[in-house]
């Protein structure tokens, strides 16, 4: 075997690998191969020598930022601008949550309201004037002025199977439920549902869903499907879908009760099929007591299949550590302390997660996350 | 955060095509070190390696949903970021691109970088002898070097290396093999150097120990 032949066996032979007897025997009978040979080892751990090389400082955040911005334009709001036809829906079990000052963060279940996108996505104060601490977004129709009581909060609900069944019945129940001038009509067209909870001093919240609307008229029907399928829909394990900042404090006693409920959509994940709604979204709404300049809250929502993996998402997500108080589930009201981080990077990462950015609603004062393509 | 750090890549992966994006945040940062390692010894040019690596990770976000958990995330985004590199190289121009297309096996001379290893990022590359190594690196093909820099590099097996550059096993290994000699003989002066070193050094304990000289 010629040692040009020979040198084709440098890598196996090197290796232990198996080579042809005949190179073998070459290899171990030729001076100049053998030489070679150790330069051809030598050469490889000369490689291997050679040290990771660092990213550059910020790199990640710049990746980051080129990805948020993909994911501005393919997020479901994001699309949802783009498609003006596309009503706004929400995922089943959401969950709120409102960072603040003082690294607490609450979270709670809420209702999810639908709107449609042709209102338009900027927020206004609602007309009726809401008082402070009382974010909304007027399209919701969410019962006015009721800032409930924790104590009020719908009856404990221990477990989050429990909390679960709560949701999708109230997610399921049915129009006949449905009370209250809140309701949908103002919600508009869109054919999705909405399942306002009520806040209503009086309300005991485990019922305040009302659902519904109806599927109305509009330009899209396909993309509207009815509410009753989508309880059972699959929902994303989760998503995120609102941030606003409230002008209410927050306190424990702040965060009003919540119904459960919601009406679900599925999550069609980035890349849904044209025409289908996406993802949730929803307006939050937040009852505060009040206080004195409050710092800034910023409320986030996301759903999940059940009130646990949400929550399980927003403190992975947010490296926020989250402990349940005994029977938290009941008004969901969590009691989370930042351990690594600030409120303003929780806030930063929850709000990169979903792809949007929040913008401040001059005449409401409300910090509104909707924020998409042109 | 403690649950961010323990989460698999393939868990991270799940969490990011649903649109976490803290989730893709955690597998860039935890890939970027070897993604930018990669891309930077594949072009010899830290920021063509920043722009490679960048490109990739966004394009992977992009195709989440494309991913098949046959392959673990790592190889896959390699994949990527390989595709990356060599676009980089064709848009590079000059005689890289021909080679690139080709899929020739001879060596070819890419585009020396202005200045490999130096520079404010070049404390990366300390000391002579990996300077020397990493030039010689990126005089090597294209093809050549992707698979050194997989093979002795990132130590990647002969399967993933098949995923990540798309070559059929047979082709790897012998290509590997070119690889290694063309590297042997860019590196020949060096290795001579470190050959005659070796001797002097032995030689120095020799004279020291007033003994006799061995030859390795």
Avoid at chain 1, 34 to 45: I, M
Avoid at chain 1, 314 to 336: F, N, P, T, W
Avoid at chain 2, 149 to 165: P, T
Wanted: net charge negative.
């Amino acid at each position: 075997m010629t040692c040009e032949k020979a040198q084709e066996y440098f890598l196996a032979h090197s290796r232990g690998e198996p080579v042809p007897a005949e190179a073998a025997e070459h290899l171990r009978t030729c001076p100049a191969c053998a030489d070679a040979l150790r330069e051809f080892v030598a050469a490889g751990e000369l490689l291997g020598s050679l040290g990771p090389v660092p990213a550059r400082e910020g790199f990640a955040d710049g990746v980051m930022a080129a990805v948020r911005a993909e994911a501005r334009d393919r997020s479901p709001l994001g699309r949802l601008m783009s498609h003006p036809s596309l009503g706004l829906l929400a995922a089943a079990a959401s969950v709120l949550v409102i960072v603040g000052a003082g690294g607490l963060m609450w979270l709670r279940a809420n209702a999810v309201l639908h709107r449609d996108a042709t209102s338009g996505l900027a927020m206004s104060a609602p007309a009726g004037g809401v008082t402070p601490g009382e974010g909304m977004y007027p399209e919701a129709a969410v019962a006015p002025g009721s800032l409930t009581a924790q104590d009020e909060a719908p009856a404990a609900v221990e477990e989050t199977a429990s909390l679960e069944a709560t949701l999708s019945e109230a997610a399921t129940a049915d129009p006949t439920e449905q009370s209250g001038p809140p309701s949908t009509a103002a919600m508009g067209r869109s054919g999705r549902a909405a399942t306002p909870e009520s806040r209503g001093d009086a309300t005991p919240p485990s019922h305040v869903t009302r659902s519904a609307p109806p599927p109305a008229s509009d330009k899209s029907p396909a993309a509207a499907p009815p509410i009753a399928t989508e309880p059972s829909a699959p929902v994303g394990p989760f998503d995120t879908v609102v941030m606003e900042e409230a002008p209410g404090p927050l306190g424990p006693s702040a965060s009003g009760a919540q119904g459960p409920t919601m009406g679900g959509g599925g999550y069609g994940g980035f890349g849904g099929a044209e025409g289908q709604t996406m993802g949730p979204m929803a307006p939050a709404e937040e009852g505060y007591t009040e206080a004195a300049e409050p710092p800034p809250t910023y409320t986030f929502r996301f759903a999940g299949d059940t009130l646990d993996e949400a929550l399980e998402r927003v403190a992975d997500v947010s490296g926020v550590g989250i402990e349940l108080e005994a029977g938290a589930y009941a008004q969901v009201r969590i009691h989370a302390t930042l351990e690594d981080v600030t409120v303003d990077e929780a806030v930063e990462r929850l709000s990169g997660m979903a792809g949007l950015r929040y913008a401040e609603s001059a005449d409401s004062g409300y910090v509104i996350m909707a924020e998409g393509p042109e | 955060m403690a649950m961010r750090k323990e989460a698999s890549d393939a868990e991270l992966v799940r969490l990011s095509r649903n649109g976490d994006l803290a989730a893709f945040d955690a597998l860039v940062r935890r890939h970027e070190t070897r993604a930018i390692s990669l891309a930077y010894r594949m072009l010899g040019d830290l920021d063509a390696a920043h722009d490679a690596a960048q490109e990739a990770f966004v394009a992977a976000w992009r195709s989440l949903g494309k991913f098949q958990e046959q392959s673990t995330f790592s190889t896959w985004l390699y994949r990527i970021l390989h595709n990356a590199c060599l676009d980089s190289l064709r848009r590079r121009g000059r005689r890289g691109e021909v080679s690139l297309d080709e899929g020739n096996d001879e060596e070819r001379a890419i585009p020396e970088p202005a200045d490999p290893g130096l520079g404010p990022d070049g404390e990366a590359e300390r000391g002579e002898t990996r300077d020397l190594v990493h030039r010689a690196l990126v005089r090597l093909s294209p093809h050549h070097r992707e698979l050194l820099i997989l093979f002795d590099i990132e130590g990647m097996s002969y399967e993933e290396i098949c995923k990540v550059v798309g070559l059929p096993m047979g082709t790897v290994k012998s290509r590997l093999n070119r690889a290694r000699h063309a590297l042997r003989h860019q590196l020949a002066p060096l290795l001579e150097q470190q050959r005659v070193n070796r001797g002097h050094r032995d030689a120095g304990e020799s004279d020291a120990g007033r003994g006799t000289r061995h030859d390795m």
